[in-house]
């Protein structure tokens, strides 16, 4: 495809046919940026190394989390684009999509952030974080060997995140 002077767009992926193709990867993070899991399902090209690749998505989240806050046509009161925000303050966004993958995201209360990456095709995924974070209070939070803050490694969770995330793809 070409657009206006030449330059070729890439075209979108195809559809995908079977059932957890649609799940790229997904990334929790806690509410200073560290990653406690990152899971990938389908993801054919890596470029970055995990630390540099974790780095560039909280990153992302920061600054677009700053620029809906900054943007946001209803509150008046919008502070300095960049100053981190409680959760549930402002604007917010729920994702965003590319001609190559679509990015749903989620935070709660206490920090916690979810990226689900999918085929862009893929619907509306609020419900979906909400489920995943339920399974993580359960089989996470829960967890009295849990220390919060810690990489997240409950074979339970990850049993159960993986069945539910094919499920919905």
């Known amino acids: 495809m070409q657009f206006f002077g030449g ?11 079977a059932s957890g193709n649609n799940a790229h990867m997904m990334y929790v993070f806690n509410r200073n940026g560290v990653c406690l899991l990152y899971k990938e399902w389908n993801r054919p090209l890596h470029t970055l190394n995990a630390q540099q690749d974790h780095k560039l998505m909280f990153g992302l ?12 046509p209803v509150n008046a009161d919008k502070g300095n684009l960049g ?32 990226i689900l990456v999918t085929h862009p095709k893929t619907g509306d995924l609020r419900e979906s974080l909400k489920y995943i974070y339920s399974l993580y209070v359960e089989y996470v939070v829960k967890n009295p ?10 074979e339970l969770f990850n049993t159960a995140l993986d069945q539910y995330v094919r499920s919905i793809s």
């Open 83 to 114: 100053v981190p925000q409680l959760p549930g303050q402002g604007c917010s966004f729920h994702s965003f999509r590319t001609n190559t993958y679509k990015l749903s995201f989620m935070e709660t209360p206490s920090g916690i952030k979810i």
């Open 61 to 72: 989240l920061f600054s677009l989390k700053s620029l809906t806050a900054k943007m946001d």
């Open 7 to 17: 330059s070729e767009i890439s075209p979108s992926p195809p559809v995908p046919t």
């Open 145 to 154: 060997i849990y220390s919060p803050g810690s990489p997240i490694k409950s």
